[in-house]
């Protein structure tokens, strides 16, 4: 099993495939199954915005005064909603599945909008069920 979600970050999933994919890279020679990264919609939630479009996760290893940060991109020193300076990655379920492909998976996981069984906002089970 591997996490979608975290091979992007680190050490990207543009890296792996020009590596051979994750197989290669881990000598790992039988089936492998990628999550979609929907996962971290619940654990990393105070880092993330949910939007119709996909979701925006601040880089968690990023620090909040910048440092970590990418110079290519041009939205790494804009505030996000939480006024820090931490890289973003918008996540829609199209960039999960290229992700899977890149890393070589064998079972890809759809992205999926999950919500925390501990959510006591019945809205925000119907939009997640809809969407």
Do not use: C
Not at 21 to 50: C, N, Y
Not at 65 to 92: C, F, N, Q, V, Y
Not at 102 to 125: Q, T, Y
């Amino acid at each position: 099993l591997a996490n979608t979600y975290h091979m992007a970050l680190q050490p990207g999933t543009e890296l792996l495939g020009d590596l051979g994919g994750l197989h290669k890279f881990m000598g790992w020679d039988r089936p492998m199954l990628t999550d979609s990264g929907g996962f971290q919609i619940v654990s990393l939630l105070k880092l993330a915005e949910i939007t119709e479009e996909g979701v925006t996760f601040e880089n968690p290893f990023d620090t909040d005064d910048g440092d970590g940060g990418d110079e290519d991109d041009e939205d790494a020193d804009k505030p996000t909603k939480k006024g820090s300076k931490r890289r973003r990655m918008l996540l829609r379920p199209e960039d999960s599945i290229r992700h899977q492909n890149l890393i070589g998976s064998d079972i890809i996981m759809a992205l999926d909008d999950v919500v925390s069984s501990v959510e006591d906002d019945d809205e925000r089970f119907t939009i997640a069920t809809y969407r």
